[in-house]
């Protein structure tokens, strides 16, 4: 199976300025689908590796200091701070400093002991910590307090509702205090509409990821701009 990665950018919505990408693994079959297979067979830890490695490697942006945010599953996480250190090892064009790890917020970080030392060792070395889909599970809290992330991305179904649901704006409000509170910064993704990015922009959250910005692409050329 031939995989690859694009990436899809992250936008300073106020300067439009592009913070940095997603990588997203693709092949031919959904990510989902990959990732399940991968588990059915315990092999999620090496597709986790390799994706990761694969995303650095083909890594190339104009713009020095950008950003690559690359997901990582739960049970990957407490051993990924070796496999990182080796993979900016081969790969000179990029900066620890210029990683972001994103953590999926639907399932726990068992232990935390080990989870805790990673992340020591990950925030030494420079890399930066995202917790992805917040706001989707139960988890919430728990995770912002073991990883202490940089960035907290907001699950797309909130954005996907925000035009209409009051509720989800309430929901929105809550997790914004939150974050200014204890000094993350909020991406909202999904952003498909002009309307959801008003409403983001009302809110106070500058860092924005989604179809309005630009689709997942193989050429980093495509983004921020796409809608101007």
Same mark, same amino acid.
């Given at each position: 199976?031939?995989?690859?990665?694009?990436?899809?950018?992250?936008?300073?919505?106020?300067?439009?300025?592009?913070?940095?990408?997603?990588?997203?693994?693709?092949?031919?079959?959904?990510?989902?689908?990959?990732?399940?297979? +991968?588990e059915?067979?315990? @092999?999620?830890?090496?597709?986790?590796?390799? +994706?990761? %490695?694969? +995303? =650095? $490697? +083909?890594?190339?942006?104009?713009?020095?200091?950008?950003?690559?945010?690359?997901?990582?599953?739960?049970?990957?996480?407490?051993?990924?701070?070796?496999?990182?250190?080796? *993979?900016?090892?081969?790969?000179?064009?990029?900066?620890?400093?210029?990683?972001?790890?994103?953590?999926?917020?639907?399932?726990?970080?068992?232990?935390q002991? #080990?989870?805790?030392?990673?992340? #020591?060792?990950?925030?030494?070395? $420079?890399?930066?910590?995202?917790?992805?889909?917040?706001?989707?599970?139960? %988890?919430?809290? *728990?995770?912002?307090?073991?990883?202490?992330?940089?960035?907290?991305?907001?699950?797309?179904?909130?954005?996907?509702?925000?035009?209409?649901?009051?509720?989800?704006?309430?929901?929105?409000s809550?997790?914004?205090?939150?974050?200014?509170?204890?000094?993350?910064?909020?991406?909202?993704?999904? =952003?498909?509409?002009?309307?959801?990015?008003? =409403?983001?922009?009302?809110?106070?959250? %500058?860092?924005?990821?989604?179809?309005?910005?630009?689709?997942?692409? @193989? %050429?980093?050329?495509?983004?921020?701009?796409?809608?101007?």
């Open positions: 199976m031939k995989l690859y990665t694009v990436y899809q950018p992250i936008v300073d919505v106020e300067s439009s300025r592009i913070l940095g990408h997603e990588a997203l693994l693709r092949g031919n079959a959904s990510p989902e689908e990959l990732f399940r297979r +991968a059915q067979v315990n @092999r999620l830890f090496q597709l986790d590796i390799y +994706a990761m %490695n694969l +995303a =650095i $490697g +083909a890594y190339r942006n104009h713009e020095k200091g950008s950003k690559l945010f690359i997901n990582c599953h739960p049970t990957s996480f407490p051993h990924f701070h070796s496999f990182i250190t080796l *993979s900016i090892m081969r790969n000179s064009h990029i900066d620890a400093s210029q990683l972001v790890i994103e953590v999926t917020e639907h399932q726990s970080l068992e232990d002991v #080990k989870v805790r030392n990673q992340v #020591k060792l990950l925030k030494e070395l $420079g890399v930066r910590l995202a917790i992805d889909d917040f706001g989707h599970g139960f %988890n919430n809290f *728990s995770l912002v307090e073991v990883l202490q992330p940089e960035y907290i991305k907001l699950d797309k179904k909130l954005l996907k509702n925000i035009v209409f649901d009051s509720s989800a704006r309430i929901v929105l809550g997790i914004r205090m939150f974050a200014k509170e204890i000094n993350v910064k909020l991406i909202a993704e999904g =952003i498909e509409t002009k309307e959801q990015l008003d =409403i983001i922009q009302d809110f106070g959250i %500058n860092l924005g990821q989604g179809w309005y910005f630009g689709k997942p692409s @193989r %050429n980093l050329e495509v983004g921020a701009l796409a809608n101007e």
